[in-house]
């Protein structure tokens, strides 16, 4: 399977835990994008990178949140001293950007994450 | 904030066309409309965009009017695997924006 692929799939973690995500994007993809989910919504934006430079953030991405992209392949989303209020699923989603203006981005299917 | 409207949800018999209707009255002319959709608790999957033309697929037709202030999906003959939440997006290119706005989307049912 060459599509996106997130770890974990599910998250279960005390308030106050710190816990990382991993998202690994469709090769060769030059643009990775980070969402959150809550139930009955849709997706909402956390942040983006075209290679390995962090080029957004979304004000939904306090202090706690921080977002890498090392080697412009992988990223971590990194989430500090949980809240309850963190429960969502995080969703990642890779593209590549064409000089036609193609942006299509294809999402992995989550890590829905549980604070206690 | 989201710039399409949707309606919440919508039913279709198996095996009939389910047309989705989204507006997007203030589209800019650089902007492209998406189409993804969601089953329950899975990512979200693409289905199709376009800019002005038409656009066909192999999962669906998107189907865009001349002032570009709204758009209808078409799935052609319905499964109960279509039974999804259903995204319209609308979305600038390069670099007049980057992120994709989804609303809450239309509910399809489709019914045996």
């Known amino acids: 399977d060459t599509g996106v692929s997130q770890d974990p799939r599910h998250k279960i973690t005390k308030r106050g835990q710190n816990v990382t995500f991993r998202c690994d994007p469709i090769s060769e993809h030059n643009r990775l994008y980070w969402y959150r989910q809550t139930l009955g919504q849709g997706p909402e934006f956390l942040t983006y990178?075209?290679?390995?430079?962090?080029?957004?953030k979304s004000r939904l991405l306090s202090d706690r949140f921080s977002a890498e992209r090392p080697k412009g392949s992988f990223s971590t989303l990194e989430i500090q001293r949980t809240e309850q209020g963190d429960s969502a699923m995080y969703l990642c989603?890779?593209?590549?950007?064409?000089?036609?203006?193609?942006?299509?981005?294809?999402f992995g299917p989550g890590t829905r994450l549980t604070v206690l | 904030d989201a710039k399409t409207t949707q309606p919440p949800s919508m039913d279709c018999a198996e095996g009939r066309a389910a047309n989705l209707p989204c507006n997007h009255s203030?589209?800019?002319?650089?902007?492209?409309v998406y189409w993804y959709r969601q089953i329950h608790s899975q990512g979200p999957q693409y289905i199709i965009h376009?800019?002005?033309n038409n656009e066909t697929n192999e999962m669906a037709s998107l189907i865009i009017t001349e002032d570009r202030k709204s758009s209808t999906l078409i799935l052609p003959h319905a499964t109960l695997r279509d039974t999804a939440v259903y995204y319209c997006i609308v979305r600038g290119s390069l670099n007049t924006g980057n992120q994709f706005y989804f609303g809450t989307g239309t509910s399809l049912t489709v019914i045996p």
């Open positions: 989603a890779s593209s590549f950007l064409t000089t036609s203006g193609g942006d299509t981005q294809y």
């Open positions: 376009g800019l002005k």
């Open positions: 203030t589209i800019s002319g650089n902007e492209y």
């Open positions: 990178f075209q290679n390995e430079a962090q080029l957004e």
